[in-house]
């Protein structure tokens, strides 16, 4: 990626980290959080990777997520300096062990 792109999908992923911090995405009961945020394939699309919590239904997740992502695309409109917001495509983290070696 160069350095521009990094720089902005960087950008989004702290704008969407401190919005699902500060609320109960569409009351699921669990905390998400952004692992990488990628263009799709250019800056007008973004694909979000987001990792779910152990025990927390990813299907439930992904669901509340595509439901609550007009509000959090004009989170990330409001973070960013650009014409226009990103769309964004939300697709869920396999998260392997938990303990780092």
């Not at 995405?25 to 990792?51: N, W």
């Not at 025990?55 to 014409?83: H, N, T, W």
């Amino acid at each position: 990626m160069q350095r521009k792109t990094e720089q902005f999908c960087c950008q989004v992923q702290r704008a969407l980290n401190l919005a699902l911090a500060d609320s109960d995405v569409a009351g699921i009961g669990c905390e998400l959080f952004v692992d990488e945020v990628s263009p799709a394939p250019g800056c007008g699309h973004l694909l979000v990777h987001i990792v779910v919590q152990d025990g927390y239904s990813v299907v439930d997740a992904m669901s509340a997520l595509r439901r609550d992502a007009p509000r959090l695309r004009s989170e990330v409109a409001m973070a960013i300096a650009r014409k226009r917001a990103p769309e964004l495509s939300f697709v869920p983290v396999s998260v392997q062990g938990g303990v780092d070696e």
